[in-house]
């Protein structure tokens, strides 16, 4: 077998394991998820490590809370729920990526599970997004633009 064919199987070989791991942490991302209670047990959240909550459990003793105090009891417990389900996809991104967790580590943005994308910087996050314009400057005011 020449050396250029023993290359090209070497990288072919990487190339599936690299693919494999990537397999296996997609996997691990969609599953990972974190769950945590209020102190006074009125609120439970589970949350991905992304920080999208995917389940809000409110017991009859939140509802005699004032709106206040409720408000930061959730907001409180998704943090907590979020960052439950961050460290447990460090635990399991970890030994998958080997001496690439820390570069995983931080592509994931802290408390927002954004992954910067090729051009976007990691550090910075996404671009803005548009916001609309509540000043009722437009050319359409009330009125659609769709004919």
Do not use: C, W
Not at 82 to 105: H, I, K, M, S, W
């Amino acid at each position: 077998m020449s050396e250029i064919s023993e290359r090209m199987e070497q990288l072919m070989r990487n190339v599936q394991e690299q693919a494999a791991k990537a397999d296996e942490l997609q996997s691990a991302v969609e599953n990972v998820r974190g769950t945590a209670t209020s102190a006074d047990r009125s609120v439970t959240v589970t949350a991905a490590s992304s920080g999208a909550v995917l389940d809000l459990q409110l017991d009859a003793q939140a509802a005699r809370q004032s709106h206040v105090v409720l408000q930061k009891t959730i907001l409180s417990t998704i943090r907590e729920a979020t960052r439950n389900a961050a460290e447990q996809l460090d635990e399991v991104a970890e030994p998958l990526l080997g001496d690439q967790f820390g570069q995983f580590q931080h592509l994931m943005k802290a408390g927002t599970g954004h992954v910067a994308t090729p051009g976007e910087d990691a550090k910075t996050g996404p671009p803005p997004r548009f916001q609309a314009d509540d000043t009722g400057d437009d050319d359409f005011q009330d009125r659609t633009y769709l004919r």
